[in-house]
């Protein structure tokens, strides 16, 4: 099972994209699911997360302009960015803790590939 990310791309500064993210194949159960993004020659760093309850929380750098959301039935998150910025440039990688199969006993964490968001005019 792997997490297929989409949704990136170039946008203009004030612009708007929405990313989405969800399991490739059969999970038995997923727990928090998160954006995380990583600039060049920074560390990577949590965006966005969301409980499989819907509670959701944000790296102040974006609260008030991405949200963050989940569709249990799709196993799929979303991130709606909007008024986008210069520093928003990274690329956006999508976490999951699941467990893929009832013997799995802890959750495991798996990592999208990543999708590029370019904000420039």
């Known amino acids: 099972v792997q997490l297929q990310a989409s949704g990136g791309g170039l946008v203009q500064p004030g612009g708007s994209l929405r990313l989405s993210c969800a399991p490739s194949g059969y999970t038995y159960s997923i727990d928090d699911m998160a954006w995380y993004r990583q600039a060049s020659g920074k560390q990577r760093e949590l965006v966005a997360q969301v409980s499989n309850s819907g509670a959701a929380r944000y790296a102040d750098s974006v609260r008030g302009r991405f949200t963050i959301s989940r569709d249990n039935a799709k196993n799929t998150i979303y991130l709606q960015m909007n008024n986008l910025k210069s520093e928003d440039t990274a690329v956006y990688y999508c976490?999951?803790?699941?467990?893929?199969?009832?013997?799995?006993?802890?959750?495991?964490?798996?990592w999208g590939k990543g999708t590029q968001v370019t904000v420039s005019s």
């Open positions: 976490h999951a803790k699941m467990r893929v199969a009832i013997v799995v006993v802890t959750p495991q964490d798996y």
